[in-house]
């Protein structure tokens, strides 16, 4: 019986070279084990090996915490553009803009993983759960946003 060395993490040169190149996004799964020589048979067991699945599971964690903070980064220029877009010239730009807003008020996660129905209220000190500081919007923006969540409910009834 041949034994194989293992590094400290417990996973072999060849196992993390696979994880490598998995999460490096360059390749799809199959040429990944097409290059480092591995049947699916093997990449099964792999994935059935405590180890190596908390290894894999440990890299798609921090993929998502990379997503969403490159995405928290950016939130704010993008709720300032939609506001930008609520007071624009043509209706449907400005209608979808105010939807987009009040949506994403209000699917924001929450503390245990799941979406909130309801906007989160701001913690004292002025900022929300998510590290948002409430905004006023103009008189106008506001004016738009309701607008546009009573024209649903006005063509429904211009339609009966």
Known sequence: MKFIRRPCGGLTKRQLAVI???FAGELD???VLD?????RRLYNKW???DVFAGEFDRRIESAFRQSAALIARYAPFAAAKL???TESDKEETARKACLDILLMHTS????DGRD???PVQP??????????QPVALPDQTASRLLSALAQPEQQQTEND
Do not use: I, M, N, Y
């Open 83 to 85: 506001v930008q877009l």
């Open 116 to 118: 909130s129905p309801v």
């Open 108 to 111: 924001r996660t929450r503390d």
């Open 20 to 22: 490598e190149d998995l």
């Open 29 to 31: 799964e199959q040429t």
């Open 47 to 49: 994935l059935a090996d």
């Open 35 to 39: 290059k480092h020589k591995v049947s």
């Open 123 to 132: 913690a004292e000190g002025g900022f929300d759960q998510a590290g948002f």
